[in-house]
Protein backbone atom coordinates (compact mmCIF):
# COMPACT_ATOMS: atom_id res chain seq x y z
CA UNK A 1 0.00 0.00 0.00
CA UNK A 2 1.42 3.48 -0.90
CA UNK A 3 2.04 6.09 1.50
CA UNK A 4 3.07 9.60 1.34
CA UNK A 5 3.82 11.92 4.78
CA UNK A 6 4.66 15.15 4.82
CA UNK A 7 6.41 17.31 7.31
CA UNK A 8 8.44 20.75 7.18
CA UNK A 9 5.34 23.05 7.02
CA UNK A 10 5.36 25.96 9.51
CA UNK A 11 4.85 29.80 9.80
CA UNK A 12 7.74 32.47 8.40
CA UNK A 13 7.55 35.50 7.30
CA UNK A 14 7.81 37.03 3.67
CA UNK A 15 11.32 37.00 2.03
CA UNK A 16 12.20 33.56 4.28
CA UNK A 17 12.29 29.94 3.12
CA UNK A 18 11.01 26.41 4.21
CA UNK A 19 11.84 22.89 3.32
CA UNK A 20 9.05 20.30 2.94
CA UNK A 21 9.72 16.49 3.05
CA UNK A 22 7.70 13.74 1.70
CA UNK A 23 8.39 10.27 2.79
CA UNK A 24 7.37 8.13 -0.07
CA UNK A 25 6.73 4.29 0.61
CA UNK A 26 4.74 1.01 -0.97
CA UNK A 27 5.48 1.28 -4.92
CA UNK A 28 6.49 -1.84 -5.89
CA UNK A 29 8.15 -0.39 -8.78
CA UNK A 30 9.75 2.93 -9.94
CA UNK A 31 7.86 4.09 -12.48
CA UNK A 32 5.73 7.04 -10.98
CA UNK A 33 5.91 10.45 -11.17
CA UNK A 34 5.51 12.79 -7.43
CA UNK A 35 4.44 16.72 -7.47
CA UNK A 36 4.09 18.91 -4.93
CA UNK A 37 0.68 20.63 -4.76
CA UNK A 38 -1.17 23.04 -2.77
CA UNK A 39 -4.66 24.64 -1.94
CA UNK A 40 -5.43 28.16 -0.12
CA UNK A 41 -7.99 28.71 1.66
CA UNK A 42 -11.34 29.29 -0.83
CA UNK A 43 -9.40 28.45 -4.00
CA UNK A 44 -8.80 25.20 -6.11
CA UNK A 45 -5.91 22.55 -5.41
CA UNK A 46 -2.80 23.68 -8.07
CA UNK A 47 0.23 22.40 -9.16
CA UNK A 48 3.48 23.25 -7.77
CA UNK A 49 6.30 20.99 -8.65
CA UNK A 50 6.49 17.84 -10.09
CA UNK A 51 9.47 14.87 -10.93
CA UNK A 52 9.97 11.96 -12.03
CA UNK A 53 11.34 9.09 -9.38
CA UNK A 54 13.06 7.22 -12.14
CA UNK A 55 14.19 10.22 -14.44
CA UNK A 56 16.06 13.93 -13.81
CA UNK A 57 13.52 15.96 -15.62
CA UNK A 58 11.57 18.78 -12.88
CA UNK A 59 8.95 20.80 -13.78
CA UNK A 60 7.28 23.67 -12.02
CA UNK A 61 4.16 26.27 -12.05
CA UNK A 62 4.60 29.70 -13.19
CA UNK A 63 3.79 31.09 -10.06
CA UNK A 64 6.82 29.24 -8.58
CA UNK A 65 9.48 29.58 -10.97
CA UNK A 66 12.89 30.63 -9.70
CA UNK A 67 12.02 30.32 -5.84
CA UNK A 68 11.07 26.29 -5.32
CA UNK A 69 12.89 23.91 -6.26
CA UNK A 70 12.29 19.95 -5.77
CA UNK A 71 14.45 17.05 -5.39
CA UNK A 72 14.45 13.55 -4.82
CA UNK A 73 16.52 10.83 -2.93
CA UNK A 74 15.93 7.75 -4.44
CA UNK A 75 17.66 5.57 -1.90
CA UNK A 76 15.93 7.74 1.05
CA UNK A 77 12.70 7.83 -0.31
CA UNK A 78 11.75 10.90 -0.04
CA UNK A 79 10.99 13.92 -2.31
CA UNK A 80 11.70 17.47 -1.11
CA UNK A 81 10.64 20.93 -1.81
CA UNK A 82 13.62 23.98 -1.15
CA UNK A 83 10.72 27.46 -0.81
CA UNK A 84 12.88 30.50 -1.02
CA UNK A 85 11.96 33.94 -1.36
CA UNK A 86 8.03 33.29 0.08
CA UNK A 87 5.09 35.38 -0.52
CA UNK A 88 1.88 35.62 1.42
CA UNK A 89 0.58 34.51 -1.48
CA UNK A 90 2.18 31.11 -1.29
CA UNK A 91 0.33 30.70 2.11
CA UNK A 92 -1.48 26.89 1.60
CA UNK A 93 -2.08 23.44 2.43
CA UNK A 94 1.06 21.83 0.80
CA UNK A 95 -0.10 18.75 -0.68
CA UNK A 96 2.35 15.37 -1.85
CA UNK A 97 1.36 13.51 -4.34
CA UNK A 98 1.51 10.55 -6.83
CA UNK A 99 0.85 9.42 -10.18
CA UNK A 100 1.26 5.73 -10.83
CA UNK A 101 0.10 5.66 -14.43
CA UNK A 102 -0.29 8.52 -17.23
CA UNK A 103 -1.77 11.89 -16.58
CA UNK A 104 -0.64 15.55 -16.91
CA UNK A 105 1.13 16.07 -13.89
CA UNK A 106 -0.20 19.97 -13.80
CA UNK A 107 -3.42 18.07 -13.38
CA UNK A 108 -4.89 17.31 -9.94
CA UNK A 109 -7.55 14.32 -11.22
CA UNK A 110 -4.09 12.80 -12.70
CA UNK A 111 -2.59 12.05 -8.91
CA UNK A 112 -3.57 8.25 -7.71
CA UNK A 113 -2.36 9.06 -4.24
CA UNK A 114 -2.12 11.61 -1.42
CA UNK A 115 -0.30 12.19 1.79
CA UNK A 116 -2.46 14.38 4.79
CA UNK A 117 -0.63 18.06 3.76
CA UNK A 118 1.11 20.40 5.90
CA UNK A 119 0.33 23.94 6.47
CA UNK A 120 2.59 27.05 5.20
CA UNK A 121 1.89 30.17 6.14
CA UNK A 122 3.90 32.87 5.58
CA UNK A 123 3.52 36.51 7.13
CA UNK A 124 3.73 39.90 5.83
Known amino acids: QVHLVESGGGLVQAGGSLRLSCTVS????????MGWLRQAPGKEREFVAG????????HYGDSVKGRFTISRDNAKNFVALQMNSLKPEDTAVYYC?????????????????WGRGTQVTVSS
Open 97 to 113: GAISGYGDRETVSSYDY
Open 26 to 33: GFTNNDFR
Open 51 to 58: VDWNGPHT
